[in-house]
């Protein structure tokens, strides 16, 4: 009996992984969609820096208004809170309930692996986790207000560890004015229970890799791991294989993603692209190739705290960013890792002058400068 061929596996380039990405991000073109719709599509912003996720909507939405986005934080419809990797995100409401669950044993894993955990061994986590949720959800408090209610009530334990305890053990939201546009203000927190005024949702892995794959793929299981902060995804994509197609990329690695999910071209024109920090599209995978360039980066480390933004040339990483302000000007420079062309510097200070606008709209003079390579 003749043998069945396996059917050829397509290979993906970096390239086409590439225009992949930049077309669920909404970096090839911008979307028109409501800032609730594109939160969620990206499952959530990167929000350690409050104002990151108005830069990211802004290179990814028509005639995008930071106050929309505001708008929804105020009227409680998104929040603030820690989920991926266990960092800030910024996530609609719904989002906020279905994903903290799912990523708590990331929290956990933080924890109890830090050496200060010792600490707090000695303590029943289930009385001490009821007192922390009873102290928040009173009203909001500080990190500092919660610190030195902690230190009242335990004195004989260290108070760091009595911190991250609580931190880590409920599902905090930042409440505004922390995370509006053009505001700010120390965190205040509590739970999602008394700012959602809603239960937590049943934690589902199966949604959260069919959605990440929506907005990053095609992606191996290290990759969604690598983006989620989760361990023991295998199991989890074999589950879904019969939905999904599987590609490989360059080096062998089997590849998932969802059937009729866009994969354009990897000849499609990219335009330029400002990402702010930690965004999302350059940190969700455990291979970056499809984003940053293998070879090209800064050769030397850029001032403390001052580069951390990154730009798109032709749809890959090629430079920092940042914004000086003052009472009259402001200026955006770019920090190229390579001598750039004039034609890529001149698409660069085109769409660098419209940031400038959105940013600071009052001033009297802007400027996009080109800086030393890095």
Not at 123 to 147: H, S
Not at 326 to 332: C, F, N, P, S, V
Request: glycine fraction near 6%; avoid cysteine; charged fraction near 25%.
């Amino acid at each position: 009996m003749a043998k069945t061929r396996a059917k050829p596996v397509d290979v993906l380039s970096p390239r086409a992984l590439n225009r992949a990405l930049l077309a669920r991000q909404m970096l090839l073109e911008r979307a028109e969609m409501s800032a609730a719709e594109a939160v969620e599509h990206l499952v959530g912003m990167q929000a350690q820096v409050p104002s990151d996720p108005y830069y990211g909507l802004w290179s990814r939405l028509k005639d995008f208004d930071p106050e929309e986005l505001s708008g929804l934080i105020e009227k409680r419809k998104a929040v603030r809170i820690g989920v991926m990797r266990g960092t800030i995100h910024l996530l609609t409401a719904r989002d906020a309930l279905a994903l903290r669950p799912l990523v708590q044993p990331i929290f956990d894993r933080i924890l109890f692996s830090n050496a200060e955990s010792k600490s707090i061994r000695g303590i029943d986590l289930t009385e001490f986790t009821a007192a922390g949720r009873e102290l928040v959800e009173a009203k909001p408090l500080t990190w500092a207000e919660i610190r030195k209610h902690l230190a009242a009530r335990w004195p004989d334990h260290d108070v760091v560890a009595l911190l991250r305890a609580v931190q880590f053990r409920l599902p905090l939201v930042q409440v505004p004015p922390r995370g509006l546009w053009g505001k700010s203000g120390a965190p205040r927190v509590t739970t999602t229970d008394a700012w959602l005024k809603k239960p937590l949702a049943k934690p589902s892995a199966e949604k959260m890799v069919l959605r990440y794959l929506a907005g990053f793929g095609p992606a191996s299981v290290m990759d969604a791991q690598a983006w989620s902060g989760l361990t023991k995804l295998a199991p989890v994509f074999e589950k879904l294989r019969s939905k999904l197609v599987t590609f490989t990329d360059d080096t062998g690695r089997e590849l998932f993603d969802l059937p009729n999910a866009p994969r354009p071209d990897e000849a499609t024109p990219a335009p330029p692209r400002f990402l702010p920090i930690y965004d999302n599209a350059t940190l969700g995978f455990a291979n970056r190739d499809r984003i940053l360039r293998p070879g090209v980066g800064p050769k030397r480390p850029p001032p403390q705290n001052a580069w951390v933004t990154s730009f798109l040339v032709d749809g890959f990483v090629a430079g920092f960013w940042k914004i000086d302000r003052g009472k009259t000007g402001a200026t955006l420079t770019l920090g190229p890792f390579r001598t750039l062309s004039k034609k890529d510097v001149a698409a660069l200070s085109t769409e660098g002058g419209r940031l400038l606008e959105f940013v600071a709209p009052e001033v009297e003079k802007t400027e996009v400068k080109l800086g030393k390579a890095y």
